[in-house]
């Protein structure tokens, strides 16, 4: 039994590495929605998710996405860009 | 022998668990329904298992593999599952023993050139054992005209595969660590 929890323990060691350099161990329930949705949004479009989509997909209101979206950027976990194809789109990107 | 049945149980129902998740959220979550390729969660259970209890965590990882589609939703695919769940246990025995070879030997300390205790290195285990089930999986499956219900087993669906192991792996990571971490921390404190 003493292996196996050594095993987890380190398992867990790896995870704690994992957060610690993710940084946000901090962030509220919302917060994590949106970052999780901008995660998944990240698998089918590499050049960033526009906030549409992330309205759409995390299922909270577009002045809640907005607010976490300027918190988590701010924090330096995402960033905003001005999308080429529509000038009045901005795209998230994670930070990398 | 406690130790094997400790870690056996524990591959079992993580490995179990993680089908039923990406099942659920594959055939019921609207926007991400069909689209289970592109997050295939158990891959983590595979790495996870073998990476931190070793060659012995296999076996109740592949009975993990049959279960899902045996017994908890049986009838989902067409064809036997008994080898290319075989070859999809062993991507991640691959990948180590690949690494292995190149110098790359596994331990537990920062001077150990594949140490299990830092994330990164976890991550390019994954990330070649990915590779190793997508590609040795579907060449399998080529070789003996297999295909999954509404796809076809081409170039395509071996990316579809690698970059579902991988990111797939990558949430429960991020998961595990977000749920976890905290929760630890806090009892700690």
């Known amino acids: ?96 | 022998m406690k130790n094997f049945l400790t870690l056996s149980v524990t591959s079992f129902v993580f490995s179990t668990v993680l089908w039923v998740l990406w099942h659920f959220v594959d055939t019921h979550v609207l926007f991400l329904a069909g689209k289970g390729g592109f997050f295939y969660l158990p891959h983590a259970a595979r790495v996870l298992c073998v990476v931190y209890f070793g060659y012995r965590a296999i076996p109740a990882l592949y009975l993990g593999e049959l279960v899902g589609p045996y017994v908890l939703d049986p009838g989902i695919y067409s064809f036997s599952l008994f080898i290319p769940s075989l070859i999809s246990v062993m991507s991640v025995p691959f990948a180590l023993t690949m690494l292995n070879s190149l110098g790359f030997t596994l331990g537990q300390t920062r001077s150990s050139p594949l140490n299990r205790r830092n994330y990164k290195h976890i991550l390019l285990i994954t990330f070649i054992s990915a590779g190793f089930n997508a590609l040795l999986v579907n060449l399998y499956m080529s070789r003996n005209n297999l295909s999954f219900p509404n796809a076809i087993t081409d170039i395509e669906q071996v990316y579809r595969f690698f970059v579902g192991d991988f990111l797939g792996t990558v949430f429960v990571f991020i998961f595990l660590a977000m749920l976890l971490i905290p929760v630890l921390r806090q009892a700690r404190n």
């Open chain 1, 1 to 96: 039994m003493k292996e196996f929890y050594k095993n987890i323990g380190d398992a867990l060691a790896m995870l704690d590495g994992l957060e610690q350099d993710l940084n946000i161990r901090h962030l509220t329930p919302n917060e994590l929605k949106v970052f999780y949705t901008i995660i998944i949004r990240a698998a089918y479009n590499e050049h960033g998710s526009n906030i549409t989509d992330i309205v759409e997909n995390s299922g909270m209101s577009r002045s809640t996405v907005y607010k976490t979206l300027k918190k988590l950027s701010t924090e330096g976990i995402i960033q905003l860009h001005q999308s080429e194809e529509d000038g009045r789109e901005s795209l998230v990107v994670l930070n990398s």
